[in-house]
């Protein structure tokens, strides 16, 4: 993610800031990709501290207006829940906007988000059809831990499961064309088989012995779907990875130069190294506050192939070219 510049004044905004550092009101206008300080402020700022801006006075911004059903608040911690989910979100459409999707240029469907609150049972998330359902209570620091551990997860946060699921959708949207199906089933698999009886042997039995050199988590190996949708998240984690690593005036001897973008590179193997590369030195200073690394996976050659094939239908994928 970007780092941007302060409309008003000396210093820099960060993607989430409300204000800036003498409390003047900004929000970020994702078509510009820059801070304004002045309304139309999307409808839920105040609500949920939406930082975005809006068309009109008294309308959502892009991101909010995708949602077609918003919590219950009447449910424990609901509102701020879907407040961290919502900007979770935000920041994911930001990365794809980078290549195009669902801004106003892009012509296809954009998701429609379902975020709901749990009561005594878990909502089950997922993607159907263009709608991504997702649980706000998975923000719960309790919650996520626990699901991780129960799992065996070595990643879960709200932006990785915005990234998993809008993978879903952004698979259903390519599948349109014939061109793609046939490139993904010689690269993933035939998506046809059955997927409720694929998770069911995936949690009876486990992955298979050699995932490792198949698949980049133990979960993408249970069907094709989530092979794509996992391959998809973990190219946005590196890419986003990477560009976060520029936008902070980090460097290293494997960045092309200061001003590389990575959402313009269009070698998807020259990405893929060098923000691999990035996340081996990130994860030992985490180390060194005793913290979890900060990208647990090792890619093999075999998920790089998978993780080229993808970058290469994102990166020109929603203008059809």
């Known amino acids: 993610m970007r780092i941007f510049a302060n409309p008003v004044g000396a210093g820099s905004l960060w993607f989430d800031n409300l204000a800036t550092a003498d409390g003047t009101p900004v929000a970020y206008d994702p078509q510009a990709r820059a801070f304004l300080p002045m309304p139309p402020f999307c409808a839920n700022r105040e609500r949920i501290g939406c930082n975005w801006t809006a068309a009109k006075e008294g309308e959502f911004c892009r991101s909010c207006a995708m949602t077609a059903l918003a919590p219950d608040p009447s449910i424990a911690n609901a509102i701020p829940n879907w407040a961290q989910t919502e900007a979770a979100k935000r920041w994911v459409l930001d990365n794809l906007g980078r290549w195009h999707w669902f801004r106003p240029e892009d012509p296809g469907a954009r998701p429609v988000f379902h975020l709901l609150a749990e009561g005594p049972s878990p909502v089950p998330m997922g993607h159907a059809a263009g709608v991504v359902t997702i649980s706000v209570a998975e923000v719960d620091p309790v919650l996520l831990?626990?699901?991780?551990?129960?799992?065996?997860?070595?990643?879960?946060?709200?932006?990785?499961?915005?990234?998993?699921?809008?993978?879903h959708m952004l698979w259903w949207r390519l599948s349109l064309r014939e061109d793609f199906l046939k490139a993904f089933r010689?690269?993933?698999?035939?998506?046809?088989?059955?997927?409720?009886?694929?998770?069911?042997y995936h949690y009876e039995n486990g992955p298979p012995a050699e995932w490792r050199q198949l698949y980049l988590t133990s979960y993408a190996s249970a069907h094709p779907h989530e092979d794509w949708a996992e391959t998809t998240a973990h190219l946005l984690h590196l890419t986003d990875i990477a560009d976060s690593f520029v936008a902070t005036g980090l460097s290293s001897p494997e960045m092309p130069d200061p001003g590389w973008d990575p959402y313009s590179e269009p070698d998807p193997e020259r990405l893929i190294h060098i923000a691999a590369t990035l996340t081996v030195g990130v994860n030992h200073v985490n180390r060194s506050m005793g913290l979890a690394d900060l990208y647990p996976f090792v890619l093999s050659d075999y998920a790089r192939r998978k993780l080229a094939f993808v970058h290469s239908w994102l990166r020109r994928g929603a203008l059809g070219l």
């Open 145 to 167: 831990t626990t699901r991780r551990e129960a799992l065996q997860e070595p990643y879960r946060t709200m932006i990785g499961h915005m990234r998993h699921e809008i993978g």
């Open 186 to 200: 010689a690269m993933f698999g035939d998506e046809r088989i059955d997927y409720p009886a694929a998770l069911r």
